[in-house]
């Protein structure tokens, strides 16, 4: 929400109402889109660690066995890289329905491919005595 409110009070543009408004709403798409990539990378990164520490610890279990501060380290882990995947599963289920929204319902190859698909996977090729 700090993004948006510093996006909207930093622009400052002169020219008609309307025309002010459609720059000041294209400023605050291509800062949210900054501001989305940025917090992908944060993302990424802090996926990336969890990661790297539990494929670690099972080299370690491989050679040795780990002791109890380690295996809680690795429950921490795993843990960690579900919830992860959890918030990134929903992120994508939400642009789904947004992409949805905007072309599902247009007569586009998307649509036609969506409903194709589901047609392939519903038809019944024969029936069996």
Known sequence: MKIVHD???RFAVFGTPDAYLA???RFLKEQIKKWRKDVGKKENKECD???GMVK???KHAESRPI???EMEIWNNGIKKITELERLSNMDMKQKARIK???YGDENSKFF???VNCKNRRNF???LLN
């Open 7 to 9: 996006a909207w009070n």
């Open 56 to 58: 670690e610890l099972e």
């Open 112 to 114: 036609h491919g969506y």
């Open 124 to 126: 019944m090729h024969g």
């Open 100 to 102: 949805w929204m905007i």
């Open 49 to 51: 660690d969890p990661i």
């Open 67 to 69: 002791s109890v501060d």
């Open 23 to 25: 720059a000041k709403l």
